[in-house]
């Protein structure tokens, strides 16, 4: 009873876990005989075989380019991973990818291919497509769409057509491209072979409703002689399947005005083998190079996308794909068929997929050299702004006897996504400035969303040279609090003529000490923020080192809303040692408080 209990218990577990069959894309473009796109099919006129069996259509979309709507989008830059997710799901959003083959071009065609390109980008794309133009030692880790023509356009003129020529251009081709002519042939049509590959994957990592378009410019690809130890790279098969896959349709474009029929067939057959399987076009033996790339623009701007559940599971096996219109006088194209995955394959994808290399952030380290400040207010846009100060301190390392010592800094912050809020330098803030003109330098303020904030800054002596680095990681606070205090800013002075003229500069730089001298007098400014209309009372107290209250200290609050709040504190009258500042603000919306401390030398 025990052993039919546990195989009906394995039967149902196998069947639960048991993946559905996938559904099917397929993208179909179906025009008359006039070469005008057939926009008025049903799902009932489409006759779907796969393997020669008949499919139940589930849908089918007519998906058209509106390039009057698509040219009246205002370009979107893409700077992350989610920039490009989210922008290649939008409607009337191509995604193309464009591959020139410097291995399989010659010299003489070069200008020829970077003028036909340039005209084609420049002619055909939106404002609202997503391209990517890549060339053979560029690196798969870094794969990309983009709406930056200006930087399609340098990559694009950058092209130089290397055929037959072997010299190595950097130590990569210098340590691994080597050899004979032959094996260097080889090691290079492994590398375009890797690169369409990871074009392909990642143009179907974007969008599934979307037909994709990759263009291969090339003179042609030569077959690659498998090798022992070889054997998990890339294949032209490899290829047609992740194309397929992902409904992506490729394009090969020879720029030789006169193909010679003579040439090996191992060359040409690799190019024929991807755009017939995928359903794109061979272009080739024409003069006008750039006019016989428009059907390119042409059929990734109006087509079907036919949807079916085959009645297999994901068996891993290639499936034959046959689509028919029962109407007369009609034309289809279409992919021959598919790759089904297998159970796993979503892993195995994903772990074929071109990865970044991981990025190893530099460890903790605290620099004696120099002493930070760091303030936040309110920002634009729910951020909080973050002021960065600095003074130097003198720092003898063990074992010498020179003092090294900090003239200027340069900040890197990044936020907790990688996106860099400041990059530049910071010169020393308080009286050991060397010159006082350079107040506005002497800070670094930019705005961060709140939460955690990555800071690398590198410490420069006087020569301009690197001496150390300081790199912490700091939390920035969520200002958004319907009461909220900033941090308090300190500047010091002393003599009453410094005093004012730091009062009469709303710009003046905080320092960063916390030390100061019975000589000294502080000018304390701090942000306090309430609902706007709400009325604010702001107080504050002077606390001794145990947090007794000495006495109130008089505020003059700021003239407009959100204006800092002033504190004019002399020094004079206190002893040596540590105090507290206790300040308040209150609203009928809530009440905060904030301790600033300081110490009074003699």
């Known amino acids: 009873m025990r052993s039919l209990t546990a195989l009906t218990f394995a039967v149902a577990l196998q069947s639960s876990v048991a993946p559905a069959p996938p559904t099917v894309r397929v993208d179909v473009i179906v025009t008359d005989g006039r070469g005008r796109t057939v926009d008025n099919l049903k799902p009932a006129d489409f006759d779907v075989r796969e393997d020669g069996a008949p499919q139940a259509i589930d849908a089918a979309r007519f998906i058209k380019i509106d390039k009057a709507d698509a040219g009246a989008v205002r370009p979107i830059p893409i700077q992350s991973d989610v920039d490009e997710q989210t922008e290649a799901t939008r409607p009337n959003t191509r995604l193309l990818a464009i591959f020139l083959d410097e291995y399989q071009v010659s010299a003489a065609n070069a200008l020829r291919v970077r003028a036909a390109i340039t005209r084609f980008v420049g002619d055909t794309l939106q404002p609202s497509d997503l391209i990517v133009v890549m060339r053979p030692l560029d690196s798969l880790f870094t794969i990309r769409l983009t709406r930056d023509r200006d930087r399609v356009r340098e990559i694009v003129e950058a092209f130089d ?68 130890g070889l054997e998990s790279l890339p294949t032209i098969d490899s290829v047609i399947r992740s194309a397929n896959r992902s409904n992506v349709s490729i394009y090969a474009v020879d720029p030789r005005e006169s193909v010679d029929d003579g040439r090996t067939p191992a060359d040409a057959d690799g190019l024929r083998a991807l755009t017939a399987a995928t359903d794109g076009r061979s272009i080739t033996n024409v003069t006008d190079l750039s006019a016989a790339m428009r059907p390119i623009d042409a059929d990734s701007s109006a087509y079907y996308l036919l949807l079916y559940t085959p009645t297999h599971g994901p068996d891993g096996q290639s499936h034959d ?43 903790r380290h605290i620099s004696p050299l120099i002493r930070p400040w760091f303030g936040v207010s309110r920002g634009a846009a729910g951020k909080t702004r973050v002021t960065f100060v600095w003074e130097p301190t003198a720092f003898v390392p063990s074992g010498r006897t020179k003092q090294l010592y900090a003239s200027r800094v340069v900040l890197k912050a990044l936020a907790a996504d990688g996106i860099s809020l400041f990059d530049g330098g910071v010169l020393p803030a308080g009286p050991l400035r060397p010159d006082t003109a350079d107040e506005g330098e002497a800070r670094a303020v930019f705005d961060a969303p709140p939460g955690p904030l990555r800071l690398r800054i590198s410490i420069e002596d006087e020569t301009g040279q690197a001496i150390d680095s300081d790199v ?48 000294e007098r502080l000018l304390i400014r701090f942000p306090a923020y309430a609902p706007s209309g709400a009325s604010l009372i702001v107080s504050a107290r002077l606390l001794n080192r145990v947090g007794q209250a000495m006495r109130e200290l008089a505020i003059q609050q700021g003239a407009a809303e959100a204006a800092p709040n002033e504190i004019d504190l002399s020094l004079a009258a206190l002893a040596a040692g540590e105090y507290l500042i206790e300040l308040t603000a209150k609203s009928p919306a809530g009440e905060v408080k904030d301790l600033l401390e300081f110490r009074v030398t003699s």
Not at 190 to 200: E, K
């Open 472 to 519: 912490r990681e700091i939390v920035v606070r969520d200002l958004s609090a319907p009461v909220v205090l900033g941090t308090p800013e300190i500047l010091r002075a002393r003599t009453a003529r410094d005093f004012r003229a730091l009062e009469s500069d709303p710009d003046a730089a905080p320092v960063a000490s916390r030390e100061f001298s019975r000589a």
């Open 161 to 228: 057509g290397r055929k037959g020529d072997y010299a190595p251009r950097n130590t990569s081709e210098r340590n691994i491209m080597a050899g004979t002519p032959a094996r260097i042939e080889q090691v290079r049509a492994q590398v375009t072979t890797s690169a369409l590959n990871a074009l392909a994957l990642h143009l179907g990592s974007l969008s599934a409703e979307a037909r994709k378009t990759l263009v291969v410019v090339s003179e042609g690809l030569p077959r690659i002689d498998r090798r022992r």
């Open 321 to 363: 794909v046959r689509v028919a219109i029962k109407k007369p006088g009609v034309i289809v194209r279409t992919r021959k068929g598919y790759w089904a995955p297998v159970p796993d394959d979503g892993l195995r994808a994903a772990l074929s997929r071109p990865r970044a290399p991981i990025a190893l952030e530099p460890a």
